[in-house]
């Protein structure tokens, strides 16, 4: 029999509980008929409903996932862009920018380069890199 705690959590309007010796075992995780995920975290079993993510396909959101995914092969395969060349220095002036913020200089490259790149809740597919920060 599943005992269950006085305890409750309240996680996005729904109710989990502690729970010891799920389904008359030791220990339980994964889905169960798809309606319950049993899972551990910390050492502590919980059971919650299982949801299905969404994933809007809307215009902006496949404009901003371009962007993403432009800036970040931009970054990896170190491109020029522009004007812009994104080499060992460029990379090592953001990692140098970023380190009191307690960032990563990839970090920093992406959030600069959405800042830049998204005007008005678009993304035209020209990625423009922002300019090597100066340290």
């Not at 910390?42 to 949801?51: E, F, H, I, M, N």
């Not at 371009?66 to 931009?74: E, F, R, V």
Request: hydrophobic letters at 45%; glycine letters at 6%; one cysteine or more.
């Amino acid at each position: 029999m599943v005992e269950i705690l006085l305890t409750f959590l309240y996680f996005k309007k729904n109710i989990m509980a502690k729970i010891r010796g799920p389904l008359h075992s030791d220990s339980a995780s994964g889905k169960f008929a798809d309606a319950l995920v049993f899972a551990t975290n910390k050492g502590v079993a919980y059971c919650r409903q299982l949801v299905t993510p969404k994933n809007p396909k809307s215009v902006g959101q496949i404009a901003i996932r371009l962007l993403i995914s432009d800036a970040s092969k931009a970054w990896k395969d170190g491109a020029t862009v522009g004007a812009v060349v994104i080499d060992a220095g460029y990379k090592l002036a953001f990692d140098t920018l970023a380190l009191p913020m307690q960032m990563s200089g990839f970090a920093l490259y992406m959030k600069e380069s959405v800042t830049l790149n998204w005007i008005t809740d678009t993304y035209n597919g020209t990625l423009v890199a922002p300019a090597e920060p100066t340290v």
